[in-house]
């Protein structure tokens, strides 16, 4: 038999955060996007995540309470072009990994800092940067074919640019 742990985490110490860090548990005996709108039904906020279908009926427009807004989480987007640089040394795979590597530099030196700081250096210094990757991402994608691995993880961050941006407009959280 197939169940499914779902585990919700919020932890915003490294975000200047002074709320304690806290972890939710649910099982469920399928991977149902039921089962994280029931658990989530009263809760409205920000959401970091991986590309799940089952949390997309959180981030409509007419949920109740209020929408959930989406953070795509930028590890699993990297992850893509990772395996694709470190396995098969593809060119394009590595400079998206450098690209995205420099804005997690940047990140690593806000840890910590006030909220009002951390968003203060991502419009001035990480702005920059996830611009700059946007625009090479779409002149990357335009050379592909569809069938491309490197095509695949481009357009898995493309496809979900808002959600992988939000961050830039806050200072709370990554």
Not at 11 to 26: I, K, L, T, Y
Request: charged share 30%; glycine share 8%; with cysteine.
């Amino acid at each position: 038999m197939t169940g499914r742990l779902w585990t919700y985490v919020r932890d915003d110490r490294p975000f200047g955060g002074s709320d304690p860090p806290a972890a939710m548990f649910f099982y469920s005996r399928d991977r149902g996007g039921e089962h994280p709108r029931r658990h989530l039904s009263s809760w409205a906020g920000i959401l970091q995540a991986d590309a799940y279908a089952g949390f997309g009926g959180l981030y409509e427009a007419r949920r109740s309470p209020r929408p959930i807004a989406e953070a795509a989480c930028w590890a699993h987007g990297r992850r893509k072009f990772f395996v694709l640089a470190e396995l098969r040394q593809v060119p394009l795979a590595i400079e998206a990994v450098r690209r995205i590597d420099e804005i997690f530099a940047v990140e690593r030196e806000i840890n910590g800092a006030a909220p009002e700081q951390r968003q203060a250096v991502r419009q001035e210094r990480i702005k920059p940067l996830v611009t700059a990757l946007e625009s090479w991402m779409r002149t990357a994608r335009a050379r592909l074919s569809r069938h491309a691995e490197t095509a695949k993880a481009i357009d898995y961050m493309l496809k979900r640019w808002p959600a992988f941006t939000r961050f830039l407009d806050d200072g709370g959280s990554a």
